[in-house]
């Protein structure tokens, strides 16, 4: 079987980043936690947890420490909270969510009521929110969008991850909303370009395999547009999990993974998938 | 006949300010003169001029007296000469198109690349661009918005007669070329208002009306819109272009009138078609 690679699978930058800033953390001395999963890799967390990072749900469980931000980031108030109990703080928030979250808090204190486009149960754009003074709406679709009220003045700004399509409806529903809108194009492009590049190879595989946290959502979507393509499409978060009886009669098989998936859970499927075939053919 | 005017025919909020103010200024003493038309209505610059009103081409033509600012607009320099002239300026400008005028001022200062969404053209475009201190663009289309080069912050702004669509093509090009972008929805509805009410009314008469001046782009694009849903549709700028056979074997003749339109010349209008109607029934 020929085995092919999307150029961009895995880490994106922020991802990529926090995970650093999270291992170097690890390695001092020290208690050391993480509000939330650091990224949405179970195994990358489980790596940090057997070094001695704690996932916490709240600040409330600790005292003292280094509390290591997660790339999707927190919310102001519990990054608040972390610089009053004197806790030393490794901020590996993503610099593109970082960048929202100003915009956010530099459009409230402006004046303008803050549209988020964005999912309101992602981590992500609950920290985003949070960074809004006055009033703010979290907007999913083009409906949610229709159904918001009259504004004076409205700043726009999307969640990284979001479709270009999704926040171009946002945006043509809230011209109708009010008579000056101010939109900060948060979308970072590493989702869209992974999204291209798997249903590209997609298209010419007869097996796709997508690797990546069951709670990643950027892993998901890139499991559900390959598999519009290609049937035979598996979303896997390790290489345990192959089925050899996938690559019946396939010449071909495309991988690509998630923006939080490491370089080593990928290496270990594509090895696994070698292995598989080296027995088919032997 | 039948003889329906529709609801808002004529004079829109800032051409009725105009001409008062315009007719005020006549009143009094002194030599009074307007840069370009006061209003796209050849037979009220008519009465102004029989009143000692002077319609200028430039202010290079005088050296006192009172300058009358159109509804449209002029460009800042034209206003500069007049102030270093120590002419006395009556500002007719329409209020909306001095906020747009203002709006470009503002983006331009605050370091935005400038995009009015209009015809480039028309005078009003030529005095809202003129407040742009920075780089800026007239676009037309959205062909001409695809054409556009990357900018970082774009401000958008409208000619206050332009279509909502336009404004939206525009917009959604716009949202490609920046990451940040504010805009201004500076369209007026009156524009969109008259072509609503006029269309309405196209569709239940047997003849159509439009009164307006020929260098009226409103009262044209009215005619336009309205020759769409009854080829019998005719634009005149006066009674005494009526033609009675254009009424033959018509039941209902509907009436409107651009936003530059006085009530006098809508009046002789449908005298003249009263006129023509007793003649047919007599």
């Given at each position: 079987m020929e085995i092919i690679l999307a150029k961009r699978a895995g880490f994106c930058f922020g991802v990529k980043r926090a995970t650093q800033m999270a291992f170097e953390a690890a390695e001092k001395e020290g208690k050391t936690y993480s509000l939330g999963p650091i990224i949405h890799s179970p195994q990358v967390v489980h790596r940090l947890e057997e070094m001695g990072v704690k996932v916490l749900?709240?600040?409330?469980?600790?005292?003292d420490g280094t509390i290591i931000v997660r790339s999707h980031g927190v919310t102001s108030e519990e990054l608040e909270e972390a610089v009053q109990k004197e806790l030393e703080v490794v901020d590996a928030t993503c610099p593109f969510v970082k960048k929202a979250q100003e915009n956010v808090q530099n459009l409230s204190e402006a004046g303008y009521e803050v549209v988020v486009v964005g999912d309101a149960d992602h981590p992500e754009v609950q920290g985003i929110v949070s960074y809004a003074k006055g009033k703010v709406y979290v907007v999913g679709s083009e409906e949610e969008a229709a159904r918001l009220p009259k504004m004076k003045k409205i700043g726009i700004v999307a969640q990284t991850t979001q479709s270009f399509d999704n926040l171009k409806h946002v945006v043509l529903e809230c011209l109708r909303k009010g008579a000056e809108i101010r939109i900060?194009?948060?979308?970072?492009?590493a989702t869209a370009v992974r999204q291209q590049e798997a249903t590209a190879l997609a298209r010419t595989v007869d097996c796709m395999i997508v690797i990546g946290g069951y709670n990643s959502a950027n892993t998901k979507r890139l499991a559900e547009v390959c598999a519009e393509l290609q049937p035979r499409t598996h979303q896997i978060?390790?290489?345990?999990?192959?089925?050899?009886?996938?690559?019946?009669?396939?010449a071909k098989v495309g991988v690509t993974a998630g923006a939080s998936t490491p370089k080593w859970l990928i290496d270990e499927v594509i090895e696994r998938i070698r292995e598989i075939d080296s027995a088919k053919t032997s």
């Open positions: 749900k709240g600040l409330g469980e600790i005292t900060f194009n948060t979308i970072c492009d978060e390790t290489a345990q999990e192959i089925n050899p009886a996938w690559f019946g009669g396939v």
